[in-house]
């Protein structure tokens, strides 16, 4: 049973940094593609970043280029997420999710593509 456990979360001001973490049990971690996404209050769940399972390749979502970096650590089955120059519309719930093709040379970036979630890490950031 695959498990992804988010940490992390809080509450920050605008313009501060934040390092989500999202530990994984149940799988070969190091050759699956791991992404976030987030879910604001009344809105859908939305993509973030993803990274390929070697680590090689990343993608993110518009809204964050520049400012935020998925890595990964295949020794430790844990993914990052590094967050800089935090806004307000970034507040929401983040969650990790693992993807579904085993060593994929693509890296997804849709929620049909991953099959297995965390239960979400929750980033509020102040004005």
């Known amino acids: 049973q695959v498990q992804l456990v988010e940490s992390g979360g809080g509450l920050v001001q605008a313009g501060d940094s934040l390092r989500l973490s999202c530990a994984a049990s149940g799988l070969t971690f190091s050759g699956y593609a791991m992404g976030w996404f987030r879910q604001a209050p009344g809105k859908e769940r939305v993509f973030v970043a993803a990274i390929n399972w070697s680590g090689g390749s990343t993608y993110y979502g518009d809204s964050v280029k520049g400012r935020f970096t998925i890595s990964r650590d295949n020794a430790k089955s844990t993914v990052y997420l590094q967050m800089n120059s935090l806004k307000p519309e970034d507040t929401a719930v983040y969650y990790c999710?693992?993807?579904?093709?085993?060593?994929?040379?693509?890296?997804?970036?849709?929620?049909?593509?991953?099959?297995?979630w965390g239960q979400g890490t929750q980033v509020t950031v102040s004005s």
């Open positions: 999710a693992a993807g579904d093709l085993f060593r994929s040379a693509r890296v997804p970036t849709a929620s049909r593509d991953f099959g297995s």
